[in-house]
């Protein structure tokens, strides 16, 4: 399979606790980026990286919020000190390009659910 | 700031009809409009890409259209089945974020 993959695929946590996702885009896409989706509701973006650089961050990437993409391939998004409002589907997307956006194809998402 | 609306929320019709999915967006300064297909519980599919510099774009029964100028484009399902039920999503790019609607859901009854 040569999409974009995501881990876990849900994770269930107590309030409080961190939680840490994983993304790996496809193989040859240098940008990668994070949403976030409540129910019944579009997704909103997060972040993204061009390479390893983090090139934009939402305001709605709190402090407890932080994304890394070391070695410009797979990204990480972890979530410190988690409240109940974080639970969501955070979705991961990859793309190809280097001026304007190309298309942009998700990963099957990680389901946070935060008791 | 750019605002993404989808109407209708919530449509429902008989297998084989053609329908059409509405999409409009407040600032007309794109790079490009993308629709989406996500079935419940899971992740995005992307169905059409279309540049700002293109009018529509097609795919198998599914044909895309995009009018900067007013702000609107349309997705139209042609002989709908009921494979096609899912949540129907577009969003407008006009940097490196995607700016989305709040979808619409499609139930195509057999």
């Known amino acids: 399979d040569t999409g974009v993959s995501q881990n876990p695929r849900h994770k269930i946590t107590k309030r409080g606790q961190n939680v840490t996702f994983r993304c790996d885009p496809i193989?040859?896409?240098?940008?990668l980026y994070w949403y976030r989706q409540t129910l019944g509701q579009g997704p909103e973006f997060l972040t993204y990286f061009q390479n390893e650089a983090q090139l934009e961050k939402s305001r709605l990437l709190s402090d407890r919020f932080s994304a890394e993409r070391p070695k410009g391939s797979f990204s990480t998004l972890e979530i410190q000190r988690t409240e109940q409002g974080d639970s969501a589907m955070y979705l991961c997307a990859s793309s190809l390009g280097a001026g304007a956006v190309g298309e942009q194809y998700f990963g099957p998402g990680t389901r946070l659910t935060v008791t | 700031k750019q605002e993404v609306t989808q109407i209708p929320a919530a449509l429902s019709v008989p297998e084989g009809e053609n329908l059409v999915l509405n999409c409009s967006f407040t600032?007309?300064?794109?790079?490009?409009l993308q629709w989406f297909r996500q079935d419940p519980g899971k992740g995005l599919t992307s169905l059409l890409l279309?540049?700002?510099?293109?009018r529509e774009q097609t795919s198998g029964r599914l044909n895309a259209s995009l009018d900067k100028s007013s702000g609107r484009s349309t997705l139209y399902i042609a002989a709908s089945q009921p494979g096609d039920s899912a949540t129907y999503l577009c969003a407008a790019s006009p940097g490196s974020r995607l700016t989305f609607g709040e979808g619409t859901q499609l139930t195509v009854n057999p």
């Open positions: 600032d007309s300064a794109i790079y490009n």
């Open positions: 193989s040859e896409h240098n940008r």
């Open positions: 279309i540049q700002s510099s293109q």
